[in-house]
């Protein structure tokens, strides 16, 4: 979906889910909207990365007594809301949230155009945006012309380079050739992974035989991976979203897509991937990532505990980051003056899940790019500021 067609669509009433409790404007409450698919192509994303790191995040505040403020301490109350995966509908959720809700801050939304699509009307109500469900090369301009855009996220480019860097080290290794498939969803998230990849490949000394685009949304996918297939590549790469990342994973299974390198984006940190596809899933690569560690473990652990949810190994991990920075600027000034909280992170570094991170510019400086399934675990294998990263593996089959 592009970010010139928003203006084009009609405007389309949202309703907070029936199952959480509607907010009211005297229960003392830190009232929190979560926005983000409950139905439509984005909702098992969303099911997944947008709304359970919310729900942790609230009950792990709340069980020590709430935020705490100069004047005592606040519990959290989350208002949930379907955009029904369409951009008009999340800018009518934010709409309701701030002059009916009058909720206290507003998530991010989930996925890139759904943020851009979002960013003037959180200005024009003053709530600061802390998007992390948005990989985009236009941080820089936004910010610039919404001060309180954050994105808790690095970008396209950073994305594009380390996944193709990857496939790099493979080949000068002499794991793959040079010929590579590659495929986008044709919304702004794959528009954008895709036209900078494009030079990138070239750089890399790689010939790119199949580029093609599907729209949001798809179904059968078999198309695409026989016409990649017959472009006898040594690499397949997807800028993907997870319906599709589910389904060409499927379709390259059954069509026997023989190549020693095999990368899609959201979705392959799912659980659900790893779970789905068993032994298959094991060495493909995709976005995101993270550390083998025992603090992660037990992160995992309890997310499971708490929300009935397997968090991923991307999109969790940083949304919950992004709530520790919130927590920690809100306790810092005793306060939940917008204004100030999004003045504080711009100054400050947080510890958080995943060690200490800042936002210089106010993007994110730390995060795992690239992560691949190896014995069961999404391990990071490149990215920005880290250092600790596995072993790059070549895939050996689909069985």
Not at 3 to 15: G, H, K, M, P
Not at 30 to 53: D, E, S
Not at 161 to 189: H, M, P, R, T
Request: include cysteine; glycine fraction near 10%; proline fraction near 5%.
């Amino acid at each position: 979906m592009r970010r010139r067609e928003f203006l084009q669509y009609s405007a389309a009433t949202t309703l907070a889910a029936p199952f959480v409790r509607a907010a009211r404007a005297d229960t003392g409450t830190f009232k929190v909207a979560v926005i983000g698919a409950k139905t439509g192509p984005l909702a098992p994303g969303a099911a997944i990365t947008q709304f359970p790191p919310f729900k942790l995040w609230a009950h792990e505040v709340n069980e020590r007594g709430g935020l705490k403020l100069k004047d005592g301490q606040r519990k959290i109350e989350l208002i949930e809301y379907d955009d029904h995966t369409q951009p008009p509908e999340a800018v009518k959720a934010v709409e309701r949230a701030a002059t009916v809700e009058k909720a206290d801050w507003i998530s991010g939304m989930y996925a890139t155009g759904f943020n851009l699509a979002v960013a003037p009307t959180m200005a024009r109500y003053g709530y600061p945006q802390f998007a992390v469900a948005c990989l985009t090369d236009h941080a820089p301009e936004l910010v610039k012309k919404y001060p309180g855009f954050f994105t808790f996220q690095s970008s396209t480019t950073i994305y594009a380079k380390s996944a193709i860097g990857v496939l790099k080290q493979l080949k000068d290794a002499g794991g793959i050739g040079n010929k590579v498939a590659v495929v986008n969803v044709a919304d702004d998230f794959g528009i954008e992974l895709a036209n900078a990849g494009r030079p990138l490949f070239k750089e890399n000394g790689f010939e790119i035989v199949y580029d093609k685009s599907y729209p949001l949304g798809t179904q059968d996918l078999s198309p695409v991976i026989k016409a990649a297939k017959a472009g006898n590549p040594d690499a397949f790469v997807a800028w993907s979203y997870p319906p599709d990342t589910f389904g060409l994973a499927e379709q390259a299974k059954i069509e026997g897509l023989g190549v020693k390198a095999y990368y899609s984006a959201v979705g392959t940190d799912f659980e659900g991937f790893s779970q789905k596809f068993g032994a298959a899933a094991e060495n493909v690569l995709g976005a995101g990532g993270v550390k083998d560690s025992p603090e992660m473990r037990a992160y995992y652990k309890r997310h499971k505990d708490v929300t009935g949810v397997d968090a991923d190994h991307w999109g969790n991990p940083l949304n919950y980051q992004m709530l520790q920075a919130l927590t920690q600027s809100i306790e810092a000034l005793g306060s939940i003056d917008r204004e100030a909280i999004a003045d504080y992170v711009r100054k400050s570094k947080f510890k958080v899940l995943q060690g200490e991170i800042s936002l210089p510019g106010q993007i994110l400086d730390k995060v795992y790019t690239v992560g691949q399934w190896q014995n069961g675990y999404f391990r990071g294998v490149a990215g920005v500021g880290f250092t600790d990263f596995a072993p790059v593996k070549l895939k050996t089959g689909w069985s």
